[in-house]
């Protein structure tokens, strides 16, 4: 199996908050178990302007790279802008939210330091009307 994935040719999953028009981004899985990987993950994905991900959290640690656009990483901690180059790491369980307000997409990689995960979102998320999202081998 080739090792290198061409991530723009990836087919993207659009997601949206079922109750919250900002909660808004586009998603696919470059890796994770069963797909080139068995230790951990890894996501493409865009937030157009104006959006964000939506409040959630990991069941694993989450390490995630900026490649371009401007954003704001908001934590209970507080909030940290970011840009191209940016890096950031969020502990399991740590409560997070990435939004997008600059005006141009914004667009990340996010790593996961495990081969199947569950991302519990505060919004319902569509698709599939759930909070829970993540890899697609996850449990739950």
Known sequence: MNPVVDSKQLERLSVRGEDDASVRWTGAFASCGGRRATQSSAIVYEIDPGGRLGWHTD??????????????????????????????????????????????????????????????FDNVMLPPRTHLLGTPNRSG
Not at 60 to 82: A, C, D, H, K
Not at 96 to 102: F, P
């Open 59 to 120: 069941a694993t640690e989450e390490t995630q790279y900026i490649l371009s656009g401007i954003g704001e990483l908001r934590m209970e901690s507080g909030v940290y802008p970011l840009g191209p180059g940016s890096v950031f790491v969020i502990p399991t369980d740590v409560r997070h939210d990435l939004a997008n307000v600059g005006q141009e997409t914004l667009r990340a990689v996010a790593f996961f330091a495990a081969a199947m995960f569950t991302q519990k």
